[in-house]
């Protein structure tokens, strides 16, 4: 049976209220753990079929997110390794591979952010769109190693995501000014650079983000300012290599406009879009910087398809 708990973190990914592929990812991994240490099943069978059905319900709460699915298939293939006895050696297994990944999150984490830091000349304005945890952390790095970044934040309609990066980097102390998501193409010529975030990657280099990104590449690429993305090499899906077309979430109208004031207009609301590999300027990974180019190389070399 789903916990409570699981279920909870599934309203709350599905809500936006966990945003973010690296958060949504995390808050996964404590689910699944949480559902084996709330499990009452009396057999390794029943404690196996609980978690599958709690890594189903997860992966479905947000469909565009290799992160997460990566991470819950990482999950199952680690525990596959373990010769188990019973129920309650197998809640520990969880307890400790939740401790290994979310270990290996934050690990990766803080190397993009070396890495990001290095990639942001000093005095530089970047110009960034909706809330990447990644780019934060690798802006902030900067900041903190003195190369005193501005930023410029675009609100990112419909949940204005946009407003979080700009607080955030406002408490830690940088210069940040927020400009609506129209804004873009008048606001350009002041960055230096783009930097983004990453909810999948393809194989052919092509970047899956907000919606919106695509915008954002296309004037960057037209005012010829770099455009890097910070990414995760977990959020490579694997399954592109043979064909798969990512399905485009499409959320509730409602967070767009209220569908009582515009009776006779349809209203759509993609969640994210595919920015083509010609536009990004490169990939910042825990690896290091990547060319759109190679990415899915590097990417499989990083983790298995069992
Ligand atoms: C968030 C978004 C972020 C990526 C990367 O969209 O597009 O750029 O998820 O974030 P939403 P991170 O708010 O709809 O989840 O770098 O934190 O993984």
């Not at 059905?53 to 991470?71: I, Y």
């Not at 509730?252 to 993609?270: C, L, M, S, T």
């Not at 490169?282 to 070399?301: D, N, Q």
Request: hydrophobic share 40%; net charge neutral; proline share 4%.
């Amino acid at each position: 049976m789903l916990s409570k708990g699981v279920e909870k973190i599934c309203r709350d990914i599905k809500a936006l209220r966990i945003q973010g592929a690296r958060n949504v990812a995390q808050s996964a991994i404590k689910a699944m753990a949480l559902q084996a240490r709330e499990s009452d099943a009396e057999s390794v069978e029943e404690l196996k079929s609980d978690l599958l059905v709690a890594a189903d319900e997860l992966a479905r709460a947000r469909p565009t997110e290799p992160m997460l699915q990566n991470s819950l298939r990482f999950l199952f293939v680690e525990m596959g390794k373990y010769k188990r006895k019973d129920v309650h050696e197998l809640k520990e297994i969880l307890a400790h591979e939740e401790k290994v990944l979310l270990n290996r999150f934050s690990a990766n984490a803080s190397k993009i952010a070396d890495f990001g830091a290095q990639e942001i000349p000093k005095n530089a304005t970047i110009l960034t769109h909706c809330h990447s945890s990644t780019v934060t952390g690798a802006i902030k790095r900067a900041y903190d190693l003195g190369k005193n970044p501005s930023v410029i934040c675009l609100e990112t309609r419909p949940r204005f995501q946009g407003r979080i990066t700009a607080e955030e980097l406002g408490r830690h102390g940088i210069e940040t000014t927020l400009f609506v998501d129209s804004a873009v193409a008048s606001v350009m010529r002041e960055a230096t650079m783009v930097l983004v975030g990453a909810d999948s990657v393809l194989s052919r280099g092509d970047l899956i983000n907000k919606i919106g990104t695509l915008a954002v590449a296309q004037v960057a690429y037209d005012s010829d300012v770099p455009f890097l993305c910070c990414a995760e090499l977990s959020k490579f899906d694997p399954l592109t290599i043979f064909g798969r077309v990512t399905e485009i979430e499409e959320r509730d109208p409602k967070e767009v406009a209220d569908p009582k004031k515009f009776k006779r207009v349809k209203v759509r609301n993609p969640a994210f879009d595919r920015t083509p590999a010609k536009y990004i300027s490169a990939y910042i990974t825990e690896k290091g910087v990547v060319s759109p180019h190679a990415i899915a190389t590097i990417a499989m070399g990083e983790f298995s398809l069992e």
